[in-house]
């Protein structure tokens, strides 16, 4: 396989306060799947009480397909970018945007002012992205995220794949509001942590989609690698465009909403997510999924890292803060080397 022992101990490690979730680390130059963990986590010493535990220890969180959130922008901004959109045109936003009657607000019903596709983007303005896709209609997004692995299964081996999550299709779309909540990764969309790693880290390796890869190869009876599969990937954006999302996204972890997750001796890309669920606890409170996905290091990704926390009203232990964890357990490693 193609996990690294280490670096499961260290994902796990460092997830240990999930109460419910995911978390992922892919290499970026090859789409392996180094590490991947599910919580809460099969205990083999009790079998019984993990069959009785209501949170399912036994389904694989890291397969399974949740409600992405703003993650689902930087879909839409390689989009744009792809079409050639003036991503210096400036967008102003007043905390809110009314779309066929429906006030959608930004987090917190913050007002970000003046933003442009960068700031915008490291700001997670709602506003912003409805507007931009309403420019672009919802084929050209639809046609990125079908090529970054939104709407696919991956088969990791016999019997075993990640859920192919959900896209609305373009007929849906035409109806204004739904295109304005799938702008920013509401709605109908939903997507595997796998898939979505998958995604970021099209990003990370300059354009390149690579189909996640679990099984590296096959041994004889010494454990001696008799063959192996390769991933040669597939081109799905510009380099030019790869780029400037990692610069964005390097700025968005520096300055923007990721910056509480950013690692202190290193520098990362990243992008987070906060998604509405539509399930609710016994108080009326609605769930949410709290997402955290990025690539370290920034100039030269090695690794592509995502987290998610699934349905809960607020994690003891945030997402950004896990994420700051693992990439700084990889700094570490890497600077060992």
Known sequence: ?????????????????????????????????????????????????????????????ALCAYTPGSVFKLICAASALECGIDYKEVYTCTGSIVVDGLTITCYGGKAHGEVNLHTALRSSCNGYFIQLAQKLGAEKILSMAEKLGFGTSVSLADN??????????????????????????????TVSPLNLAAAVNAIAADGIYMTPRLVYGTVDTNLSVQETEENTGE???????????????????????????APQNCVSGIKTGTAQTGQYDENGEELLNYWFSGFYPAQAPRYTVTVLQDGILKPELSSAAIFEKITEILHVWDAAL
């Open 1 to 61: 396989l193609t996990l690294d022992k280490r670096m499961q101990q260290c994902l796990e490690n460092a997830c240990a306060e999930i109460k419910k979730g995911a978390a992922v680390i892919l290499d970026c130059k090859t789409g392996e799947i180094l590490a991947s963990a599910s919580f809460p986590a099969v205990d083999p010493n009790d079998l019984a009480a993990c069959m009785e535990n209501e949170d399912a220890p036994f389904v694989n969180r």
């Open 160 to 189: 075993l794949e990640t859920a192919a999550g959900s896209l609305s299709n373009a007929q849906a779309l035409k109806n204004v509001r739904a295109l304005a909540l799938f702008s920013f990764g509401q709605g109908e969309t």
């Open 235 to 261: 081109k799905v954006m510009e380099p030019t465009t790869a780029a400037r999302l990692r610069a964005y996204m390097e700025s968005t972890a520096r300055f923007g909403t990721a910056r509480i997750g």
